[in-house]
């Protein structure tokens, strides 16, 4: 039952760091689905990256610069040039997917260079039930914390993330007040793909530790549904990642607990509550706007104001 | 010793590709003033602001704030130079509250929220303008957004505030307001820049007018209380007379289009009709005047089957089409111009073949499929006989002017031959040549039968045209005059809800 | 000063688009080279290869035919939907719906004679795929949830369905444990047409030549236009929005449903995990290739067909096919770049002046 709980907040904090770089991008009004790409390639370069230099922290630097840069050729495309947004995220999820795949052709199943393993906390660590859930945990989890804070901080309480919800939310409006919806959005895909890097290397660091092609198995789609069961809140999206990443942790676990559901039926509830998610918030939408931001996929150009 | 003004435009000139916007204007504000400048559509107002506001580079002239010539490059200039513009359409985030939007442009690193709503509040409560700071902007009316607007300029300290035809989207009440707020800047020896083209709010607000025509300054800095409407007007319009010449009345036929009892909810849900009845008989157009957003536009699209009603009910020729979806209306010979011409009138990336042929489509059809040929024939013969220039027929609507673009919805609703035309806002943005033909396509109508229900902001337009006169105020009819015999000045005092007895319907 | 803007141009320019995507084509593989060179391997003697393989003979083209198949469909079904500005991302999941549909009808229908049963399966699949767009379709159109991520969230679950079947109730006895249904009785094959090519070749061929007359041709095409050019317009011209969506939402389904139902026929003989192999995400490349016409969509098809087939050709000579997967991206990247100057002219105008002032905006 710990082994549970310490996999729910194991698995939670890597969907998390996924769906906050999602939600800060979204946030700034690009809706980005190439997560699953963005993941694969932070992934397979902090393994590489590891694995030449033997340092993991090497690797999580490499992993969220690739993700980082992955996400601003999105960014490219979309924000500078105006392309759609949705064709452009799904070609960088088959982009990210086949680069990744192509650059690590010759580390699959070879062993980790380095691992990032559990902070040692001491004594904390032996505390019943907490201990493990909370304290046995690899740099990752603080990682995603530390990044859901700052996260909510920065939209809620600093001039940037007024700028930047503003760029999501009416982006001629920003414009108009002096702040650049270029610089503003660019610089969200690009924070965006670094996050999903980092996910991508929680992975192949800690988790799995190894890379395989396919390693990221349609979890950067569950940070994307994540980012719209969080109504785009971090916080919400925080109780999401915790009850997606308890799904992920009970779907291995469910036969030892002598249940007998198919475990791949239960790994379809991410995307059913999603769904249903999605369609309480439109029916609720009538009377108050949607929590979704108002210029979400939409390209701006200043001269078609 | 002669202080500097607190604006001077110099000899301004702007062209543009086929248009001179500016030739030549002129424009002197002093600090302390509300000034008003004055024109008609196309009289070059919109360029001369935006010249000041450093969207646009002038070709020639200069722009001088305290007596020291500026040159600015962008908006952001301008701003920082103390120039703040409110605009038509309002720059605001929906989503935001109040405060979020008033120091979107200008907020400190770290934003505490109760401190920055107190200070945005004080600042509203020096201008008299009444806000909730915590409130989201989309649960505030246009009056109330408004105040964001002017609050924004103020936060960031603006000494010269434009404001581009700010009554536009207000109630009366609110533009009385709004007449304080700013008498209450000038007190504070800011300069208020007031564009309009209505002639009582100038002479209600302002100290000063400039008035522009054809891009030129024709009346420069007039005191406002040496003035009267009728100069100003006379100024605006030039030697033509105000009222041009009334087309002969004709009695009346029988009822076509009868309302009764119509209620119907704006797109907040909030009721924007109330037990609205008129009748609109062949032969005469009939003129809904009032100050935008009391109803005018509901109206129009309940009768053309575009809005639901929540009770009342809409008859074509005695026809009960209360429930009746818009392409049976249009069947029962009602055709629609809405007052959006692009997005409802007009589907804007289609060719103008495609738009052409939005109400006729069927009529094309062998099978299931269209006859090109019969489309474009269809087509070329509406461009010709109601002279919209255009390009290739089969190129995007892009690429036509506004004039020609309701040339050609106007052409395609009227050539169906209807018996009932509703028309809302139809020279709206129009240029001078572009008004006269679509006014004039409307008396033709009207003289073939057709009757007309005519909506219009413009009250000159409404008295020019409109065989009976009614006002629509807070979602009712509250009057209804005849515009042969009607004193202005009545007419406003209904639009304004200030009933005279006489007037009342 | 100056500096470049974009200055949108009053129409697009003639023939750009084909101009783009050989653009995008050129940088592709220029991108590649480069990838292969660093990998030690010869560009030229690669290329050649995937050309050769993909396009050089007889059974080439018979191969990347039947790749086209369900690259045109899910395709076809993107552009349907796109025609009236709805984003169909789910055709993955309509693929593998489809897929389930028609392996359902042959599961019960495996003594039926051959034509019915080939006619059963490609009803099942059709029915299969547009049951899956049912959902989006129906919040869309009643309650207007955005369709994006619906049709995305519907892959996965599509995904998990598929998985849940062949690891357990569908499961081949005889399997040896691996997850995957039995093989399909003989007479439920399509037919072949030459090489290795099927029959599905003529079945897409012919749904796409029919869908772009129905788009460009009819009353019905024209409807979808207006409506996804502009809402209101299509209320004011009295064109229903809601049955619209829901009719073209499932068609789009059916479409990808029937690519399933052909893969699952005429190349896969059985229910595996790969059995779509991202089709339906390729299918939105071709899809935004071919700017939403089925003309196109068949030649950008039949592209990504050879360039899929030519990938898996070189993986004897040691380069992994992920080489075809990143010149697919990169040829739509590229096109993207390319497009945008199809669309926009690029101008050097002085700072401070607001290049939408050229359209004469005077008052």
Same mark, same amino acid.
Do not use: C, M
């Given at each position: 039952m710990i082994g549970l709980l310490v996999a729910t907040v194991s698995f939670g904090a890597l969907l998390y760091l996924a769906a906050l770089g999602e939600l800060i991008s979204e946030k700034a009004g690009v809706l980005n689905l190439g997560v699953e790409g963005m993941m694969a390639m932070g992934a397979v370069s902090a393994f590489m990256a590891a694995h030449q230099t033997g340092n993991p922290w090497i690797g999580l630097v490499v992993g969220i610069l690739a993700g980082a840069l992955t996400g601003l050729l999105h960014g490219w495309f979309t &924000? &500078?040039?105006?392309?759609?947004q949705v064709v452009s995220g799904l070609s960088l999820t088959i982009l990210g997917l086949g680069f990744a795949a192509y650059m690590g052709k010759n580390v699959v199943g070879r062993p980790p260079g380095a691992v990032l393993a559990p902070v040692d906390w001491g004594p904390l660590t032996?505390? +019943?039930?907490?201990g493990p859930v909370?304290?046995?945990?690899? +740099?990752f989890v603080y990682l995603a914390v530390l990044v859901g804070i700052a996260t909510w901080f920065v939209l809620s309480r600093t001039r940037a993330g007024l700028a930047l919800r503003a760029a999501g939310e009416s982006a001629s409006t920003a414009d108009a007040a002096g702040h650049s919806v270029v610089g503003l959005r660019l610089c969200a895909v690009g924070i965006g793909g670094g996050l999903a890097g980092a996910s991508g290397a929680y992975l192949t660091l800690t988790l799995t530790p190894q890379w395989a092609e396919?390693?990221?198995?349609g979890r950067g789609w569950i940070a994307v549904a994540l980012v719209i069961f969080g109504a785009w809140r971090p916080g919400r999206a925080a109780v999401g990642a915790l009850l997606f990443g308890g799904l992920l942790a009970l779907k291995t676990r469910l036969q030892t607990f002598g249940v007998d559901f198919s475990p791949i039926l239960l790994s379809m509830l991410p995307y059913v509550s999603t769904i249903a998610v999605l369609i309480a918030i439109s029916v609720r939408a009538r009377n108050r706007p949607s +929590?979704? +931001?108002?210029?979400?996929g939409t390209a701006y150009r200043r001269e078609e104001r | 010793m002669s202080q500097a003004a607190a604006v001077e435009l110099v000899d301004i000139w702007k062209r543009f590709p086929g248009v001179v916007?500016?030739?030549g204007a002129n424009l002197r504000v002093e600090r302390g003033t509300v000034h008003a400048v004055l024109g008609e559509n196309g009289a070059g107002k919109s360029t001369l602001m935006n010249v000041l506001s450093g969207v646009y580079r002038p070709d020639e002239g200069e722009v001088r704030l305290d007596g020291t010539p500026q040159r600015f490059h962008t908006p952001a200039d301008a701003l920082a130079a103390g120039i703040g513009m409110v605009h038509q359409e309002f720059r605001l985030v929906?989503?935001?509250?109040v405060a979020e939007n008033v120091v979107?442009?200008?907020?400190?690193?770290?934003?505490?929220r109760q401190d920055v709503e107190a200070r945005v509040d004080e600042v509203a409560r020096r201008f008299g303008?009444?806000?909730?700071?915590?409130?989201?902007?989309?649960?505030?009316s246009m009056g109330e957004r408004q105040r964001v607007e002017i609050l924004k300029a103020l936060w960031r300290d603006a000494r010269i505030l434009i404001l581009d035809?700010?009554?536009?989207?207000?109630t009366p009440n609110e533009a009385d307001e709004l007449g304080e707020v700013l008498r209450h800047m000038a007190d504070d020896g800011r300069s208020v820049i007031f564009i309009s083209h209505k002639l009582h709010e100038v002479t209600g607000f302002c100290d000063v007018a400039t008035v522009l025509r054809g891009g030129e300054t024709?009346?420069?800095?007039?005191p406002v209380a040496e003035t009267d409407a009728a100069t100003l007007a006379n100024l605006m319009v030039?030697?033509?007379?105000?009222?041009?010449e009334r087309p002969p009345y004709r009695t009346p036929g029988e009822v076509r289009l009868a309302v009764s009892g119509l209620c119907a909810l704006d797109d907040r849900g909030l009721?924007?009709?109330?037990?609205v009845d008129l009748e609109v008989r062949s032969g005469e157009i009939v003129g809904i005047a009032g100050v935008?957003?009391?109803?005018q536009r509901e109206l129009a699209q309940v009768a053309a089957g575009l809005r639901g009603s929540t009770a009342g009910s809409v008859h074509l020729d005695g026809k009960d089409?209360?429930?009746?979806p818009p392409r049976r209306r249009f069947g029962l010979g009602l055709c629609y111009i809405p007052?959006?011409?692009?997005?409802v009138g007009l589907a804007?990336?289609?060719?103008v073949v495609e738009n052409a042929v939005?109400?006729?489509?069927?009529?094309?059809?062998r099978g299931p499929f269209l006859v090109g040929s019969r489309l474009t024939a269809y087509c070329r013969d509406l461009v010709e006989r109601f002279g919209v220039r255009t390009g290739a027929?089969?190129?995007?609507?892009?690429?036509?002017s506004g004039g020609n673009l309701q040339r050609l919805l106007v052409g395609r609703e009227l050539s169906s031959r209807p018996d009932v035309v509703v028309a809302a806002q139809?020279?709206?943005?129009?240029d001078v040549q572009g008004v006269k033909a679509i006014q004039d396509l409307l008396v033709a109508e009207r003289d073939a039968g057709t009757a007309v229900l005519l909506i219009s902001e413009d009250l000159d337009e409404l008295l020019t045209l409109a065989d009976r006169l009614l006002v629509m105020h807070e979602g009712r009819i509250v009057a209804a005059f005849d515009p042969m015999d009607s004193e202005r000045s009545v007419i406003g005092e209904a639009m304004a809800g200030h009933l005279a007895d006489e007037g009342a319907a | 000063m100056k500096r470049p803007v974009l200055v949108r141009r009053?129409? %697009?320019?003639?023939?750009?688009q084909p101009l783009a995507f050989a653009v995008g084509l050129i940088l592709a593989l220029a991108v590649g080279a480069v990838l292969l060179m660093a990998a030690d391997h010869e560009p030229l003697r690669v290329y050649q290869r995937m050309f050769e393989k993909s396009l050089g003979d007889q059974n080439a083209w018979s191969l990347t035919l039947n790749r086209a198949v369900p690259l045109g469909l899910a395709g076809l079904a993107v552009a349907v939907a796109g025609s009236m500005g709805?984003?169909?991302?789910?055709a993955e999941g309509q693929i593998l719906a489809g897929a389930i549909g028609a392996a359902w009808v042959a599961r019960i229908g495996?003594?039926?004679p051959g034509p019915m049963l080939l006619t059963g399966m490609l009803v099942g699949a059709v029915i299969g795929g547009g049951l899956l767009a049912l959902v989006p379709a129906m919040a869309r159109a009643r309650i207007?949830?955005?369709e994006i991520i619906t049709t995305l969230m519907l892959n996965e679950i599509a995904l998990r369905l598929l998985q849940w079947l062949i690891h357990g109730p569908?499961?081949? %006895?005889?399997?040896?444990?691996? %997850?995957l249904t039995p093989l399909l009785p003989d007479q439920a094959h399509l037919p072949t047409?030459?090489?290795?090519?099927?029959?599905g070749v003529i079945i897409a061929g012919a749904v796409i030549l029919v869908f772009g007359i129905a788009a460009s041709r009819t009353a019905w095409g024209y409807e979808l236009r207006v409506a996804g050019s502009s809402a209101d317009t299509a209320r004011y011209a009295g064109i229903s929005l809601k049955r619209k969506i829901l009719t073209v939402l499932l068609l789009s389904g059916g479409v990808a449903g029937l690519a399933g139902g052909v893969e699952l026929s005429g190349t896969a003989d059985r229910l595996t995990?790969?059995?779509?192999?991202g089709f339906g995400y390729a299918g939105i490349i071709v899809a935004a290739l071919a700017l939403m016409r089925p003309s196109g969509v068949a030649a950008v098809a039949l592209l990504f067909g050879a360039v899929q087939v030519g990938g898996q050709s070189i993986q004897i000579i040691?380069? %992994?096919?992920s080489v075809s997967t990143i010149l697919q991206a990169f040829i739509l990247f590229g096109a993207i770049g390319a497009g945008v100057f199809v669309r926009y002219s690029l101008r050097l105008v002085p700072t401070g002046v607001d290049a939408s002032g050229e359209g004469g905006t005077a008052a």
């Open positions: &924000v &500078v040039l105006g392309a759609e032996d505390i +019943p039930w907490a909370l304290f046995g945990q690899a +740099p396919g390693i990221t198995a +929590p979704a +931001p108002a210029a979400l | 916007a500016n030739a929906p989503s935001f509250t979107l442009g200008s907020a400190e690193r770290i934003l505490r303008l009444a806000t909730e700071p915590d409130r989201p902007v989309w649960q505030l035809e700010p009554t536009a989207v207000l024709v009346a420069a800095s007039l030039g030697s033509t007379s105000l009222a041009g009721p924007a009709l109330h037990d935008a957003g009391n109803g089409v209360t429930s009746a007052e959006d011409r692009i997005g804007p990336r289609l060719s939005l109400r006729t489509y069927k009529g094309h059809r027929l089969g190129d995007p609507i892009a690429g036509l139809p020279t709206r943005g129009l | 009053h129409r %697009p320019l003639r023939g750009g709805l984003w169909n991302i789910g495996g003594t039926w207007g949830v955005n569908w499961k081949d %006895p005889d399997s040896y444990n691996f %997850p047409l030459f090489g290795r090519a099927h029959f995990e790969g059995i779509s192999n040691g380069v %992994p096919a």
